[in-house]
């Protein structure tokens, strides 16, 4: 039995909860091997799991996901990314199915609803975006070609307010979700303008707290509203990656993000062997499954912003290190990474997994789609090391075509966007997966959230470029 984590013999509401979370998951704790260097682990049971989102798409949810009706969008994009993360693909008939329920959700105004008849909103935006990335295609009944760009960025613009953050709807509130959708999904369509992100980069910068971590909101330059948050951090930091096409262009002095102090918070989030290594969301607060991807997914992002990996050895200090008994110690404690790969891995494997199908929060939790796919979005982050590649970037900028109808100093940028969305490729050589090849998963693009594939095929039709095919 792994030791609590201490409470300074002061119990509190919060210790109490830790202990009794570090109590469901001890009977979850992976089991020593037949080496002192091999851990137990379940593997990643993909048929329970596929059982689970099948029968969802299918027959239908729950009667108690009644109140989920203004997430429809959400629902299907959950479970299509599911479907994808897992390596399934889907035939024809659903997958039209998938295009005509979220084309129903398109408002007559622009954007998209949580359901059919739904005022606009940018979250189901953004999942109906991403939703048709996965089953859509260009042509009559493709649904790409069905989107009303011009009313989308309409809409959009509608949203802007004078400190460069969006009103997540008309009459919404303000937060680095609903920016964050907007921005994904005006990359992923070829709506990006200056005039659109104007003054975003700072506001986003206006939105870190002094934990390092990102809170919802800030308003007009005021502090930042509430204490830092792995989802909206990871939302922050990606928007921030998809807005450097932007600050590359713009006058000093540029907004500038406290990264220290960033991955200080970040790394911070991952719980200890008790925990099994889980990411938390807050300080204080208990390990959560969808943190994962919120949190764990947070590290590409960074090294995209070049804060590398840091070497398993260090340079002045190559011997293997030995205990005050003369015995080899080994690297233990020193991981290939920024945080410990493999014990995320082990916290889904173990501890994610629901029985009767789909992923969840922790023990005594039931599965959901949003937790199924925030495990396999954090799960499938932690495997594969996804990177920017000077030499992809190379082989797009030498099939780029010149648009013709369209301003150069905006051309420019939209192609800077185009060149950074696409050039992640995958380092083999980084890969760490627990469980060996069946528990592999697809690699994901670190900022949108979507397979590589399905992010070229859209952005392909949306940029009127030819993709170059993948070498290797």
């Given at each position: 039995?792994?030791a609590?984590?201490?409470?300074?013999?002061?119990?509190?509401?919060t210790?109490?909860?830790?202990?009794?979370?570090?109590?469901?998951?001890?009977?979850?704790?992976?089991?020593s091997?037949?080496s002192?260097?091999e851990?137990?682990?379940?593997?990643?049971?993909?048929?329970?799991?596929?059982?689970?989102?099948v029968?969802?798409?299918?027959?239908?949810?729950?009667?108690?996901?009644?109140?989920?009706d203004?997430?429809q969008?959400?629902?299907?994009f959950?479970t299509?990314q599911?479907?994808?993360?897992?390596?399934i693909?889907?035939?024809?008939g659903?997958?039209q199915?998938?295009?005509?329920?979220i084309?129903?959700?398109?408002?007559?105004?622009g954007g998209f609803?949580?359901?059919?008849?739904?005022?606009?909103?940018?979250?189901p935006?953004?999942?109906?975006v991403?939703?048709?990335?996965?089953a859509?295609?260009?042509g009559?009944?493709?649904?790409?070609e069905?989107?009303d760009?011009?009313?989308?960025?309409n809409?959009?613009?509608?949203?802007k307010?004078?400190?460069?953050?969006?009103r997540?709807?008309?009459?919404?509130?303000?937060?680095?979700?609903?920016?964050?959708?907007?921005l994904?999904a005006?990359?992923l369509?070829n709506?990006?303008t200056?005039?659109l992100?104007?003054?975003?980069?700072?506001w986003?910068?206006d939105?870190?707290?002094?934990?390092?971590?990102?809170?919802s909101?800030?308003?007009?330059g005021?502090?930042?509203?509430?204490?830092?948050?792995?989802?909206?951090?990871?939302?922050?930091?990606a928007?921030?990656?998809?807005?450097?096409?932007?600050?590359?262009?713009?006058?000093?002095?540029?907004?500038?993000?406290?990264l220290k102090?960033?991955?200080?918070?970040?790394?911070?989030m991952?719980?200890?062997?008790a925990?099994?290594?889980?990411?938390?969301?807050?300080?204080n607060?208990?390990?959560?499954?969808c943190?994962?991807?919120?949190?764990?997914?947070?590290?590409?992002?960074?090294?995209?912003?070049?804060?590398n990996?840091?070497?398993t050895?260090?340079?002045?200090?190559t011997?293997?290190?030995?205990?005050?008994e003369g015995?080899?110690?080994?690297w233990?404690?020193?991981?290939?990474?920024l945080?410990?790969?493999?014990?995320?891995?082990?916290?889904?494997?173990?501890?994610?997994?629901?029985?009767?199908?789909?992923?969840?929060d922790?023990?005594?939790?039931?599965?959901?789609?949003?937790h199924?796919?925030?495990?396999l979005?954090?799960?499938?982050?932690a495997?594969h090391?996804?990177?920017?590649?000077?030499?992809?970037?190379?082989e797009?900028e030498?099939?780029?075509?010149e648009p013709q109808?369209?301003?150069p100093?905006l051309?420019?940028?939209?192609?800077?966007?185009?060149?950074?969305?696409?050039s992640?490729?995958?380092?083999?050589?980084?890969?760490v997966?627990?469980?060996?090849?069946?528990?592999?998963?697809?690699?994901?693009h670190?900022?949108?959230?979507?397979?590589?594939?399905?992010?070229?095929?859209?952005?392909?039709?949306?940029?009127?470029q030819?993709?170059?095919?993948?070498?290797?």
């Amino acid at each position: 039995m792994l030791a609590y984590v201490p409470n300074d013999h002061f119990p509190s509401p919060t210790s109490i909860t830790q202990t009794e979370t570090e109590d469901s998951l001890a009977p979850f704790l992976p089991k020593s091997g037949d080496s002192s260097d091999e851990r137990a682990v379940p593997p990643l049971d993909r048929n329970v799991h596929l059982q689970y989102l099948v029968k969802n798409m299918v027959q239908g949810l729950p009667s108690r996901y009644t109140s989920f009706d203004a997430s429809q969008a959400w629902l299907l994009f959950w479970t299509l990314q599911s479907f994808a993360t897992l390596q399934i693909g889907m035939d024809p008939g659903n997958k039209q199915k998938a295009i005509n329920t979220i084309m129903a959700m398109q408002h007559p105004d622009g954007g998209f609803g949580g359901g059919p008849g739904q005022l606009p909103h940018l979250l189901p935006t953004y999942a109906s975006v991403c939703a048709l990335a996965i089953a859509g295609r260009p042509g009559e009944g493709g649904g790409w070609e069905q989107i009303d760009r011009g009313k989308l960025y309409n809409f959009f613009m509608s949203l802007k307010q004078p400190d460069g953050s969006f009103r997540v709807s008309t009459i919404g509130e303000v937060d680095t979700r609903g920016t964050y959708g907007l921005l994904c999904a005006a990359t992923l369509l070829n709506l990006l303008t200056p005039e659109l992100v104007e003054n975003t980069a700072q506001w986003i910068v206006d939105c870190q707290c002094y934990e390092g971590g990102f809170s919802s909101e800030s308003y007009l330059g005021s502090p930042p509203h509430g204490e830092a948050h792995g989802g909206y951090t990871f939302c922050g930091l990606a928007g921030w990656v998809m807005l450097q096409p932007f600050l590359s262009a713009a006058p000093e002095p540029k907004p500038q993000l406290n990264l220290k102090s960033l991955l200080r918070w970040l790394v911070q989030m991952q719980g200890l062997p008790a925990d099994i290594g889980g990411f938390r969301g807050r300080c204080n607060k208990l390990v959560d499954g969808c943190y994962s991807w919120w949190v764990g997914g947070s590290f590409a992002l960074l090294e995209t912003l070049g804060i590398n990996s840091p070497p398993t050895k260090s340079p002045e200090k190559t011997e293997i290190p030995v205990t005050s008994e003369g015995k080899e110690e080994g690297w233990e404690g020193h991981y290939d990474g920024l945080y410990d790969r493999a014990a995320i891995q082990e916290y889904i494997l173990c501890a994610g997994q629901h029985k009767p199908g789909g992923l969840r929060d922790k023990p005594g939790k039931n599965s959901d789609p949003y937790h199924t796919l925030s495990c396999l979005s954090g799960l499938s982050s932690a495997q594969h090391r996804v990177y920017e590649s000077k030499s992809r970037r190379e082989e797009l900028e030498s099939v780029w075509s010149e648009p013709q109808d369209i301003d150069p100093g905006l051309s420019k940028i939209r192609r800077e966007v185009f060149l950074q969305s696409l050039s992640y490729s995958e380092d083999p050589s980084g890969n760490v997966t627990v469980g060996g090849s069946p528990n592999r998963l697809n690699p994901q693009h670190p900022v949108f959230n979507l397979t590589m594939t399905h992010v070229e095929g859209i952005m392909g039709w949306s940029y009127g470029q030819q993709i170059p095919q993948r070498k290797g």
